[in-house]
């Protein structure tokens, strides 16, 4: 046990580590992702093709493949960057197809019929989308942003592989350097699942701030 | 960059990677397997009487949906090595990945069994089917049929999910790409290769769980 | 000689004893008693109605003849045997195991108010699946037991049909053929016909009153009188969990004793009840 208790400073430097690369990737995703689906219904002519080109290459392929090109395979063609740069570009872009899809289906979700009758009665468009559809499409997609956020963490896991010193890297170096390995696995997965567990609940939180009346699953 | 010698020089590739993603594609098939009937039996232990089981299963659910399959893979092989008995990488990661999976496809079972109604199940109590019988015959059949879209979906997931056994010393399509990159000194061209493998893989699975829904739709 | 004037006295003996019994059956869900003292003997060959209001339990009590409910108090006696526990004395741990209940079950079989039909497999393989999987008959004769039961109630030609494209009143035909196949010797019906459009009502009755004719052994709940006082040869009023009154249907309909169930009746004497009793 106390070992295991030991092992706490080390991993508390990791947990900020990968909570730094995944919560950037992620916030940068979901931005990306929310302007990639806006874009997407104001061109849709230009923009459906490559969207679903992008989503398909970027949700057909493991996270892995994706980051080893960006990290061994861009220098290639000139663009080098530092594994934790690598990290978070090459997961802004994964997360970014995820979070568009939301977006999408989002949007696709809310009844036109909310929105109509409010202007029916006289509530000026950007006042009605305000405070009729802007916050249903957020009360819907709290879940699924805070479900792809824990699914970023998760996949911040893979970096370890080019040595980013996050979760993982720090267990494996704990094992390889001690010879011991329960503790430190141990920890690695307690480490995790709190994180996950974390977000799971601060998103029913905002869930029912901002939309009590909406039942949560 | 020459394309007929990149051409020559992709189709150098194909051999290894072929090998790499068929270890892939049989490592995925027994998860998937495996995964299913775990899966169900999970499943039956969420919702047994018994307060233990149906405990025993939300936790065994929770932390393996709630930490990186990774972390997971690195569990099943380093630890049993580290208590004196050493597990083979294909072996870990057939366990890791089975298990990994069972937590997810019990959550989307556990959807299809809900949805059957109870008064089936009565019926085959009456006519004297075995739990088994009416487990095999009545429940399981329908809940494919109600789950197959998302059970293709996670199909495609573990294909995914698959590509870090490479870390575990398992000779995957991943493992081959970076073998072949240290040897060639053209990671942009081995990588993308193997991206493209994946991607033909995930895009058949998916049109063929598309072909099978439509067919059993018509059925039903 | 000697020993085949035994066995038709046997035999005689057997047909005068009721096939199936309960006696002081009771069932509770946590606080509420929802079955009380319930007394029921059925003898070979005899159709028993149960009729009475919404939540008299006389579902309950029927479901409790094949132990789809497990009784508290009471004893179920299927051909001489104790249904579900392994002693008359019985408690929770006292319960009979699955095998055993099979068994002692095994010559009932069940008609249900939603069908419960198996959606995924033909209107043949529903047929067909007790006698597979329970019964251990091959799948040949099987097939053929099952085509000579959807034969007859009326549906052989649909056999290769699943059950999404039958109406109402073929469905439940279907599972009076699935509950036919297996040859039992009672039939339990649990308001077959409560779940119909009242067009699809009447030939279901049919097959129904056909069966009852072949000297069939029937518990029928029911909430269609007039059928109920045709074919019936004892008709139990419950209500409360209780039995109320008993007797025959001229008694029942005609000539009732207790005030509660000239109340029940009430809608159905002024559809000119007595005639049809007059016809029985």
Not at chain 3, 20 to 32: F, H, I, P, Q
Request: with cysteine; net charge positive.
């Amino acid at each position: 046990m106390n070992s295991f208790l030991s092992l706490i400073p080390r991993f508390a430097d990791a947990i900020l580590v990968t909570l730094e690369v995944s919560l950037l990737a992620a916030f940068i995703g979901a931005l990306g992702g929310f302007v990639l689906n806006a874009l997407r219904l104001r061109f849709p002519r230009w923009l459906a093709a490559p969207y679903r080109v992008y989503v398909w290459l970027v949700r057909g392929t493991p996270y892995l493949s994706q980051l080893v090109i960006v990290y061994f395979g861009l220098p290639v063609i000139g663009i080098t960057m530092t594994a934790v740069q690598a990290t978070i570009v090459s997961l802004a872009f994964y997360s970014a197809a995820y979070f568009a899809e939301i977006f999408r289906a989002g949007w696709a979700s809310i009844p036109r019929g909310h929105g109509e009758a409010a202007r029916a009665f006289g509530i000026s468009r950007w006042a009605a989308f305000r405070s009729i559809e802007m916050p249903q499409a957020i009360a819907f997609a709290i879940p699924l942003l805070a479900n792809q956020t824990i699914l970023v963490i998760k996949e911040s896991a893979v970096a370890s592989i080019i040595t980013v010193p996050e979760l993982t890297m720090t267990a494996s170096d704990i094992v390889s350097s001690t010879y011991t390995y329960i503790a430190p696995y141990a920890m690695l997965i307690v480490c995790y699942w709190l994180l996950t567990q974390c977000i799971a609940l601060a998103a029913q939180w905002a869930q029912v701030l901002i939309a009590p009346s909406r039942k949560t699953s | 960059m020459n394309p007929p010698d990149l051409l020559a020089r992709c189709l150098g590739y194909l051999p290894q990677l072929l090998d790499g993603a068929i270890t892939t594609l049989w490592l995925s098939a027994i998860a998937v397997a495996c995964g299913f009937f775990a899966g169900i039996f999970i499943y039956m232990m969420s919702a047994s009487k018994s307060r233990m089981l149906a405990t025993a299963a939300r936790v065994y659910v929770s932390l393996f949906r709630g930490t990186p399959v990774l972390a997971q893979l690195l569990v099943f092989y380093y630890v049993p090595s580290g208590l004196g008995w050493a597990i083979p990488g294909v072996v870990a990661a057939a366990v890791g990945l089975s298990m990994n999976t069972a937590a997810y496809q019990s959550q989307i079972l556990g959807a299809g069994f809900r949805a059957i109604p109870r008064g089936q199940i009565e019926a085959a109590q009456t006519f004297n089917l075995t739990r088994r019988q009416a487990l095999w015959h009545v429940e399981i059949p329908q809940v494919i049929a109600l789950t197959l879209p998302a059970l293709v979906s996670e199909m495609i997931d573990i294909v995914k999910a698959s590509a870090v056994v490479s870390v575990i010393a398992v000779t995957d399509l991943m493992r081959v790409g970076q073998q072949l990159s240290s040897v060639s000194y053209r990671p942009l061209e081995v990588y993308t290769l193997a991206a493209c493998f994946y991607l033909a893989i995930t895009s058949l699975l998916s049109l063929a769980g598309r072909g099978i829904e439509r067919r059993v739709a018509r059925r039903t | 000689m000697g020993a085949s004037a035994d066995r038709s006295f046997a035999e005689n003996l057997m047909s005068s004893l009721p096939i199936l019994e309960l006696r002081a059956v009771g069932k509770s869900y946590g606080a509420n008693r929802v079955l009380k003292g319930i007394d029921l003997a059925v003898t070979r060959g005899e159709i028993v109605s149960l009729i009475g209001p919404s939540g008299s339990g006389k579902t309950t009590a029927l479901r409790c003849m094949n132990f789809l409910e497990a009784y508290d108090e009471g004893e179920v006696w299927i051909k001489g045997q104790l249904l579900g526990y392994r002693s008359a004395g019985r408690s929770a741990r006292d319960r009979d195991s699955e095998k055993s209940i099979a068994e002692v079950r095994r010559p009932v079989s069940m008609v249900f108010q939603q069908f419960n039909l198996w959606p995924h497999m033909s209107v043949l393989g529903n047929v067909a699946a007790p006698l597979v999987l329970s019964k251990k008959t091959g799948k040949a004769d099987a097939h053929k037991q099952a085509l000579a039961a959807l034969t007859r109630v009326g549906l052989a030609e649909k056999a290769d049909a699943y059950p999404a494209s039958l109406s109402g009143g073929q469905q439940q035909r279907v599972g009076i053929a699935r509950a036919l196949a297996i040859e039992p010797e009672v039939m339990l019906l649990d308001e077959p016909t409560s779940a119909l459009d009242p067009e699809l009502v009447e030939e279901v009755l049919s097959v129904i009153r056909s069966l009852a004719q072949d000297g069939m052994t029937m518990v029928m709940v029911t909430h269609e009188m007039s059928f109920a006082a045709k074919i019936s040869d004892h008709v139990v009023f419950m209500e409360a969990g209780q039995i109320v009154e008993a007797g025959p249907p001229e008694q029942i309909f005609g000539n009732t004793r207790t005030p509660r169930l000239q109340q029940f009746l009430k809608p159905w004497f002024d559809r000119s009840l007595t005639a049809a009793t007059g016809v029985a």
